[in-house]
Structure formats: structure tokens, C-alpha cells
């Protein structure tokens, strides 16, 4: 039987859960994924699970966060005058917004804290320094 190997696009049903099983994502309600493997379409992990899968072949495994979003950075987390940001604009605590950068790209933050001067932003993705879990089905090499 043909296995999945790098540069075949492919049909994949996954679960992600933390450790703690919590499920963050999957494709059970949406029809399963379609990944070409080895373009950066997926995180690093997940692509290399992919590997060497069978059509109708399960596993599970374990994403250290390395493999996944990365280590959270200090340096992305950022505390600014509240006179930087439109004052009509409510804040609380959790809530994403979109900046313009300097280069003309976007970036999306989290108010991770607030004072009556200050906002503190946080850049890093939700899931930095988290290992993540994959239950993963191949359903199909195309």
C-alpha cells in the first residue's frame, strides 16, 4: 500500500487536545484536511506525523511546543500608554486586536492586563509553549 511521503497533498482527519485532553480543534464536523506535506501548510510536527501514513492508517502523537508554535517570547509581550489606542475603543482583559505594523503588515494581540495608563499586549500565538496532541486518520493520498 502506498505511504505519504514529502510533496504528496493528502485528506487527513485529526483531533488536537492539550495535555490535559481539552480538545482545541478537529475535523470531525467539517470533512478531513487537505495537507500537501512539506509546505509549511501545518505545523512542523504535525507535517512530519504525516509521514510514512497509510490511507485508513490512526495514530496519535505528541507535538513538543517546538514543533508546534514555538517557545513563548518575553519580548513579544508589550506594555503601552492607553493614549496609543482610540479611545472609543472598549478594553478588556483577553481581547484580540489588530495592529498595524510599521512595515505595513498586521499583527493580531491579546490584552493580557490594563491600568488606567497602560495596556499590556501579547504577540506570542495563543499556543506558544504548549505541546499539542493529534489523534490523526490518513484518510487519502490524492
Not at 17 to 28: A, K, L, N
Not at 34 to 56: K, N, Q, S
Not at 112 to 121: G, I, K, M, P, Q
Amino acid at each position: 500500500m502506498a505511504q505519504a511521503k514529502q510533496g504528496d497533498k493528502v485528506l487527513v482527519h485529526y483531533t488536537g487536545t492539550y495535555d490535559d485532553g481539552t480538545v482545541f480543534d478537529s475535523s470531525e464536523d467539517r470533512g478531513p484536511l487537505e495537507v500537501t506535506i512539506g509546505t509549511g501548510m501545518v505545523i512542523a510536527g504535525f507535517d512530519r506525523a504525516l509521514l510514512d501514513m497509510e490511507p485508513g492508517q490512526k495514530k496519535t502523537v505528541n507535538i513538543p511546543s517546538n514543533e508546534a508554535y514555538g517557545p513563548r517570547a518575553e519580548e513579544l509581550i508589550a506594555e503601552i500608554g492607553r493614549d496609543r489606542i482610540p479611545s472609543d475603543l472598549p478594553l478588556e482583559i483577553g481581547q484580540q486586536l489588530q495592529l498595524s505594523l510599521a512595515d505595513g503588515g498586521e499583527a493580531i494581540v491579546l490584552i493580557v492586563d490594563l491600568t488606567d495608563t497602560t495596556v499590556t499586549l501579547d504577540a506570542n500565538h495563543p499556543m506558544a509553549g504548549l505541546d499539542l496532541n493529534f489523534d490523526l486518520e490518513l484518510v487519502e493520498i490524492l
